[in-house]
């Protein structure tokens, strides 16, 4: 079993619309939890960080988490073109003290016009 | 402020050859990460150090592959000899331990290596 896992995806959102990507994880002591946008070709960047249970908001994206049941989400409202991109969940695991962190796989998600 | 930078951004050579990739990370964090990315494997690590000591080489695929980090702001990551099998894009990141954002980890813009 991955230690955090993702749906591969693509996930094809309109326009306008609202993208919706899940995350779980296996270690139930995790505390700190990271979302990256990787455009092709380019190196993963940090969009949201969340370390409480609840919601998150910056801007159009909104991080949830749900420690109970080992979930992390991201949404992204208003999905525009530019937001195609994969995108990666990570967490730091309680097995490392050191902020080693586990990626998922990444969820590819494509934005139509 | 400058992120984290990586040089050579694109590297060819041939199978045999050794192939240095240099990283400076962000001025004052105390953690560097070397990963590897490939379309199969995805986002690997390979090493990481905190305060230029290594702390976990798990990640380091073979004994072809060592790492160093001889002072705070510079790192590299060798791979001799090299193979075809090693063609991915390589990435450092680092992060701070000091005060927020924790263990927030910045990338920088990678290497992309062919060995052919």
């Known amino acids: 079993q991955k230690e955090v896992e993702q749906n591969s995806g693509p996930l094809s959102v309109p326009e306008g619309a609202i993208a919706s990507l899940n995350c779980t994880y296996s270690?139930?002591?995790?505390?700190?939890f990271f979302w990256y946008r990787q455009y092709s070709g380019k190196s993963p960047e940090l969009i949201m960080s969340?370390?409480?249970?609840g919601d998150k908001e910056d801007g159009r994206f909104t991080a949830q988490l749900n420690k109970a049941s080992q979930y992390v989400s991201l949404l992204i409202r208003d999905s525009q073109p530019s937001d195609s991109a994969t995108y990666l969940c990570a967490a730091v695991m309680t097995t490392d003290s050191w902020g080693k962190l586990q990626f998922g796989a990444g969820t590819q998600v494509v934005v139509t016009p | 402020d400058a992120g984290v930078i990586q040089s050579p951004r694109h590297e060819v050579t041939e199978m045999g050859q050794e192939v240095t990739l240099r990283c400076k990370p962000i001025?004052?964090?105390?953690?560097l990460f070397w990963y590897r990315q490939t379309m199969m494997r995805g986002l690997e690590l390979l090493i990481y150090f905190n305060n230029n000591v290594p702390i976990d080489d798990s990640g380091m695929p073979e004994d072809r592959f060592s790492a160093k980090m001889p002072n705070a702001s510079f790192s590299t990551l060798k791979i001799q000899p090299s193979e075809p099998r090693d063609s991915a894009v390589y990435f450092c990141?680092?992060?701070?331990?000091?005060?927020?954002?924790?263990?927030?980890?910045?990338f920088g813009p990678g290497t992309r290596l062919t060995v052919t």
């Open positions: 001025s004052g964090h105390d953690y």
């Open positions: 969340i370390y409480s249970n």
């Open positions: 270690d139930r002591g995790s505390q700190s």
């Open positions: 990141a680092s992060s701070s331990t000091r005060g927020l954002p924790f263990r927030e980890q910045y």
